[in-house]
């Protein structure tokens, strides 16, 4: 019912920021709750950051509370992840995910939409 595009990874340096962004087709965008994971290789595809759709509650993850911020605008179908203070451990493949009607969940198997990902990497 939604398709996702991220866009906005690359390369950085430990410190800096990055915005990635989500842009998702088709209605009724604002009832999906949508969620940012990240795997590293070798690594299983963690949670990241989450926001529901109804009012907007946020969730993160302990280990980029602080550092990290997650952000929708309904009118243009766009979820944002700005990434600020960057690690060499935040390097990941980022991907948007999507779960129509519900609140945010950490388990990835539970999303029902998915994007291509997009590589962060931060150097030391």
């Known amino acids: 019912q939604v398709q996702l595009v991220e866009s906005g990874g690359g390369l950085v340096q430990a410190g800096g920021s990055l915005r990635l962004s989500c842009a998702a087709s088709?209605?009724?965008?604002?009832?999906?709750?949508m969620s940012w994971f990240r795997q590293a290789p070798g690594k299983e595809r963690d949670f990241v950051v989450g926001?529901?759709?109804?009012?907007?509650?946020?969730y993160y993850s302990d280990s980029v509370r602080g550092r990290f911020t997650i952000s929708r605008d309904n009118a243009k179908n766009t979820v944002y992840l700005q990434m600020n203070s960057l690690k060499p451990e935040d390097t990941a493949v980022y991907y948007c995910?999507?779960?129509?009607?519900?609140?945010?969940?950490?388990?990835?198997?539970?999303?029902?939409?998915w994007g291509q990902g997009t590589q962060v990497t931060v150097s030391a």
């Open positions: 088709g209605r009724t965008f604002s009832r999906y709750a």
């Open positions: 995910a999507a779960r129509f009607n519900s609140d945010v969940l950490v388990t990835s198997t539970r999303y029902e939409f």
């Open positions: 926001i529901s759709g109804p009012v907007g509650t946020t």
